[in-house]
């Protein structure tokens, strides 16, 4: 038994992922729900919408999910699974469709404690403390989210950017119990272990590239901000040359803040050092949520299905670290080179798709026409995460150019109000 077609359905859930892939046999179809999450809708969109999503989904999937994938933790890709409680919940509604299989990453194992010795097979204690560390960073967002809603020393913009990373990077536990109780069976994977996905998608190969463990590669531990080679930078070399900053801007020597009642209050001659504490302290609650936001990201799944002639990779949020394991594996890279549909990770930021994956997608083409082009969808809302200034932009406009450029790109922002588009792949 084989599947004939594949349907994507793209859902309209502003800043997060929300994706039912609908795998077409001759007496049946055969559904898998990739993430559920949104830390921000559009104008014009509806508050319950996620709870319409979920609605639309039980009545599309005949009351029935073979498989649910959350790719990691961030609310942007989870918190569609909570249940706040109520029956008539996203949570519980995706729940009610009682799904055979939960796929996670391995670092959601709950036997993983800090006291656990590693993912299954009881790998060496690197892999706890990995674990661990992400929970306490988990902590301290939690408690830079409280000083941002306690402090008024904060910029406009400031108080966006930590509000935000804050929020996305708490624990989100309602949703992670549902996912934990949810399904008849589940599974934490790690790059190149089978999956039980495949066994309930006949005809479906279904290769898990990542996460790696720390084990087999370490470097998921670590983050780099920039990297000229791998991300989309743009313009970096032409502004070195100019002499200039990133940006553009030149940095005053003394930066100061916005101008506030209660500095008056203190003397004169105290008031640039009361500046710079404030500005260090900014400093370091921006550091600790963009170092965890960095390490959840290279904590996703990232999963290429392959069936027919067509493979499809859906690769959550994963950033360079965790796409390094594979795109050093030489029989990946020829498996990677025949992707026909790619959902883009991270909603387009710029070191979510490294250009040595980009570059290896044998089905790009600068002509629209072309048979057999590489189908793209990202799910995105702009102005909501990172910043122009800084080219950290989401989704990132030279990456954006480039899928416009050599492939078929569809992004949830097209979809203004309506529920969702669908993208058919036959097989």
Same mark, same amino acid.
């Given at each position: 038994?084989?599947?004939s077609?594949v349907t994507?359905? /793209?859902?309209q859930v502003?800043?997060g ?11 049946e ?20 919408q ?6 639309d989904?039980?009545?599309?999937? *005949?009351? +029935? ?8 933790r961030? %609310?942007d ?5 909570a249940? %706040?409680?109520?029956k008539?919940?996203s ?8 799904p ?10 709950p036997?993983? /404690?800090?006291? $656990? ?5 009881r790998?060496p ?8 560390s992400?929970a306490?960073?988990?902590l ?14 904060l910029?406009?913009d400031? %108080?966006?950017?930590l509000?935000?990373?804050?929020e996305?990077?708490?624990? &989100?536990?309602?949703a992670? +119990?549902?996912l ?5 069976k589940?599974?934490?994977a790690? $790059?190149?272990?089978p999956?039980?996905l ?16 720390? &084990?087999? /590669? *370490? ?15 743009l313009?970096?070399?032409?502004e ?5 900053p990133r940006g553009? +801007?030149?940095k005053?020597?003394f930066p100061?803040?916005l101008a506030?009642?209660? %500095?008056?209050?203190?003397p ?7 500046n710079q504490?404030k500005r260090l302290r ?7 949520v963009?170092?965890l936001?960095e390490?959840?990201n290279?904590t ?18 994963a950033?360079?670290e ?13 498996k990677?080179?025949?992707?026909d549909l790619?959902k883009v990770?991270?909603?387009? !930021?710029?070191n979510?798709t490294p250009? !040595?994956?980009w ?27 990172g ?8 989704p990132r ?7 416009n450029?050599? /492939?078929?790109?569809f992004?949830?922002?097209a979809?203004k109000a ?10």
């Amino acid at each position: 038994m084989t599947p004939s077609r594949v349907t994507i359905r /793209s859902y309209q859930v502003g800043f997060g992922d929300y994706f039912l892939l609908s795998f077409q046999y001759d007496a049946e179809e055969r559904h898998v729900l990739i993430d559920f999450g949104s830390t921000g809708l559009p104008e014009g969109v509806p508050k319950n919408q996620l709870d319409l999503i979920a609605k639309d989904i039980a009545e599309r999937s *005949n009351g +029935k999910l073979t498989a649910v994938v959350a790719t990691h933790r961030h %609310r942007d890709h989870i918190s569609g699974f909570a249940t %706040r409680n109520k029956k008539t919940s996203s949570g519980s509604i995706i729940a009610g469709l009682t799904p055979e299989l939960v796929l996670q990453p391995w670092t959601e194992d709950p036997d993983l /404690s800090p006291e $656990a010795t590693g993912p299954r097979r009881r790998e060496p204690s690197l892999a706890a403390h990995h674990v661990s560390s992400l929970a306490e960073m988990q902590l301290a967002a939690a408690q830079v989210l409280s000083e941002v809603r306690r402090v008024r020393y904060l910029s406009t913009d400031l %108080r966006n950017e930590l509000s935000f990373m804050g929020e996305n990077n708490l624990a &989100n536990l309602d949703a992670i +119990k549902n996912l934990m109780t949810m399904g008849k069976k589940r599974e934490y994977a790690h $790059a190149q272990q089978p999956t039980a996905l495949q066994e309930l998608l006949p005809g479906v190969t279904v290769d898990v590239l990542g996460p790696p463990t720390v &084990n087999q /590669s *370490n470097t998921i531990t670590k983050q780099r901000s920039r990297d000229e080679d791998e991300f989309w930078h743009l313009l970096a070399h032409a502004e070195k040359a100019l002499g200039r900053p990133r940006g553009g +801007k030149v940095k005053p020597l003394f930066p100061t803040y916005l101008a506030q009642k209660s %500095r008056d209050q203190f003397p004169i001659d105290a008031r640039w050092l009361i500046n710079q504490a404030k500005r260090l302290r900014t400093d370091q609650m921006l550091q600790i949520v963009r170092i965890l936001d960095e390490a959840l990201n290279n904590t996703s799944l990232i999963l290429l299905f392959k069936t027919g002639s067509k493979s499809l990779l859906f690769p959550g949020d994963a950033q360079i670290e965790n796409w390094s394991y594979a795109l050093n594996q030489e029989d990946i890279r020829e498996k990677l080179k025949a992707v026909d549909l790619y959902k883009v990770g991270h909603h387009g !930021s710029m070191n979510a798709t490294p250009k !040595s994956l980009w570059s290896l997608f044998e089905n790009k083409s600068k002509d629209a026409t072309s048979q057999g082009r590489l189908q793209t969808l990202m799910s995105t809302m702009a102005h909501k995460h990172g910043s122009e200034d800084r080219k950290t932009e989401v989704p990132r406009q030279p990456l954006v150019q480039a899928l416009n450029r050599e /492939s078929t790109l569809f992004s949830t922002q097209a979809l203004k109000a309506e529920l969702y588009h669908d993208t058919i792949m036959e097989l």
